[in-house]
């Protein structure tokens, strides 16, 4: 029950924090790195996960795990297709998995 709820979710790892709206930036990185049209897809919630670590210096210097959700199931199979353009990046892009599952996976 907890996979099928998780089906339309992605995790993208290493996208810098910005003063910019998360979901700008996760629509900004799937056009310009994962090379889709903004018509492709459509992005219903995006939020970063965790603390914000604040290292004295008063901005975020962390980066952290974004969770996306989009309308479809489908546009996740797309997205994931297209993350081989990201080989050779600093970014990674997964599937969201239920503790179990990816303990097994492991």
């Given at each position: 029950m907890e996979s099928?709820?998780?089906?339309?979710n992605i995790l993208i790892y290493g996208l810098e924090e910005n003063r910019?709206?998360?979901y700008d930036s996760v629509n900004d990185f799937i056009c310009d790195q994962l090379r889709l049209e903004a018509?492709?897809?459509?992005?219903d919630h995006a939020e970063r996960l965790g603390?914000?670590?604040n290292r004295g210096h008063g901005q975020a210097t962390s980066k952290r795990t974004i969770l996306v959700t989009f309308r479809y199931p489908y546009e996740v199979d797309k997205i994931m297709n297209s993350a081989r353009n990201l080989a050779g990046s600093r970014y990674v892009v997964d599937r969201d998995y239920p503790a179990?599952?990816?303990l097994a996976r492991k």
């Amino acid at each position: 029950m907890e996979s099928k709820s998780r089906n339309r979710n992605i995790l993208i790892y290493g996208l810098e924090e910005n003063r910019y709206d998360v979901y700008d930036s996760v629509n900004d990185f799937i056009c310009d790195q994962l090379r889709l049209e903004a018509s492709d897809f459509y992005i219903d919630h995006a939020e970063r996960l965790g603390q914000v670590n604040n290292r004295g210096h008063g901005q975020a210097t962390s980066k952290r795990t974004i969770l996306v959700t989009f309308r479809y199931p489908y546009e996740v199979d797309k997205i994931m297709n297209s993350a081989r353009n990201l080989a050779g990046s600093r970014y990674v892009v997964d599937r969201d998995y239920p503790a179990g599952i990816r303990l097994a996976r492991k």
